[in-house]
């Protein structure tokens, strides 16, 4: 978490058009999430206080859905050229003339904490502006009026990259003022014109801008492997006792014999919550929720289950699928499954074809086949960071 406050603006109201036909780059998914997502995520995570999506028009609502979840979000129509869409979002931001504000494209998914800190340091210490920048490694070559090949020189040159960090009043003051020529193609060249003072920050080749599709590739391959798949899996067995029903991944099912435990019972859910901590290294369901302890007799076992997804989330991860098996003579669990997985898909956040319940008796052998009780296994796939 940054020191300072800041809001920040994601430019996402582009075409895209060198990166190919097709899906605007930025809302292309990079290892199954949009690319836009990736920078709102990680200025989220460094405590931007809001945050400013610019994004063209009939898009709103599809940047709303990428950054669902994200605190502190808004959605604002951009304009024409980049500048015009920095102005945009600056209007919308309605921030403080002397707040700092970071304008970053969505088409540099890769920013880090460390980035924004320096950003904010050098703001802080008195610049007007700051940019992370890129000496030259290549050697420079201009193809003069002749058509010959020349060499110029790179010592002085420097990649810009966003994000760019300056006091909200003072970059749209120098964006309003900018007299050309053309429109300037950040938000530094805005502040340079008027006599601002820019300080450059360390770049990072992670600050690339996606703009070819060998980048659009290049991203995936990268964000892909800044991830990590893991499973867990989990077993419970509740028995049968008097009742009227029982509630199996919560659902309530009437029945002529309950399933007896201290919470509520259910065995699916246990078998799933156990699942998903097993996959993140978090013990099991009666680390978390003794049953020791009276505030659990009785409870919901929604609340075991939430509990784990909500552990996985805040550890930056997601989980990918899960699936169920409950073994047991009885209730029939084909006519509920449907509901048994939309109520999981539903307390997981997930879509219902990433979640799999299926049933089995174990041909009146043991303890399912007798009747006296029920078994539930569950195994989980999760996505962490590497
Ligand atoms: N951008 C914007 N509004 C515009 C043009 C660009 O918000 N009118 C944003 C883009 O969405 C991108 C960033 O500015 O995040 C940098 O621009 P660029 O890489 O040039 O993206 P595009 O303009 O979308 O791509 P292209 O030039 O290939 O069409
Ligand atoms: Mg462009």
Redesign the pocket.
Same mark, same amino acid.
């Given at each position: 978490m940054a020191a300072m406050g800041f809001s920040a603006i994601i430019?996402?109201? !582009?075409?895209?058009? %060198?990166?190919g036909a097709g899906l605007?780059?930025?809302w292309r998914p990079l290892a199954g999430r949009p690319m836009l997502r990736w920078s709102a995520e990680a200025l989220s995570m460094a405590g931007a206080a809001r945050i400013v999506i610019?994004v063209?028009e009939g898009m709103e609502a599809a940047a709303a859905a990428a950054v669902s979840g994200l605190p502190a979000c808004a959605v604002a129509r !951009?304009?024409?050229? %980049?500048a015009?869409?920095v102005v945009a979002g600056l209007e919308a931001l309605c921030a403080d003339a002397d707040s700092i504000v970071l304008v970053h494209?969505?088409?540099r998914p890769f920013l880090g904490p460390g980035h924004i800190e320096a950003l904010l340091a050098a703001i802080e210490a008195g610049a007007d502006g700051a940019v992370p920048a890129l000496p030259v490694a290549d050697t420079l070559k201009r193809r003069n009026e002749a058509g010959a090949v020349v060499t110029i020189s790179r010592s002085e040159l420097w990649r810009a990259q966003t994000p760019q960090a300056f006091r909200h009043g003072a970059l749209l003051a120098a964006h309003r003022g900018w007299r050309g020529p053309g429109e300037p193609t950040d938000d530094a060249s805005a502040v340079e014109a008027g006599g601002g003072r820019i300080v450059l920050t360390p770049g990072d080749p992670l600050l690339m801008?996606v703009?070819w599709p060998e980048e659009l590739a290049m991203a995936e391959r990268w964000a892909v492997g800044t991830r990590t798949t893991r499973v867990g899996q989990g077993f419970d067995v509740h028995r049968f006792g008097p009742g009227q029903g029982l509630w199996l991944c919560g659902v309530w099912i009437a029945h002529t014999h309950a399933l007896i435990g201290h919470s509520d019972a259910d065995a699916g859910l246990h078998a799933l919550t156990d699942a998903l901590l097993g996959a993140i290294g978090e013990g099991d369901i009666g680390e978390h929720f003794p049953a020791s302890d009276p505030q659990w007799r009785n409870a919901s076992s929604d609340r075991f289950l939430t509990h784990a997804a909500c552990l996985i989330a805040s550890r930056d991860g997601r989980i990918v699928n899960v699936d169920l098996t409950l073994i047991c003579e009885w209730p029939k669990i084909g006519p509920r499954r449907q509901e048994m997985r939309g109520r999981l898909a539903t307390l997981l956040g997930l879509d219902i074809t990433r979640v799999g319940v299926k049933a089995t008796t174990t041909e009146g052998l043991g303890f399912t086949g007798r009747g006296e009780g029920l078994a539930a296994q569950a195994i989980a796939a999760v996505e962490m960071p590497a």
């Open positions: 430019v996402a109201a !582009g075409s895209g058009e %060198r990166a605007a780059k930025q610019v063209a !951009g304009g024409d050229t %980049r015009k869409s494209d969505a088409a801008k703009t």
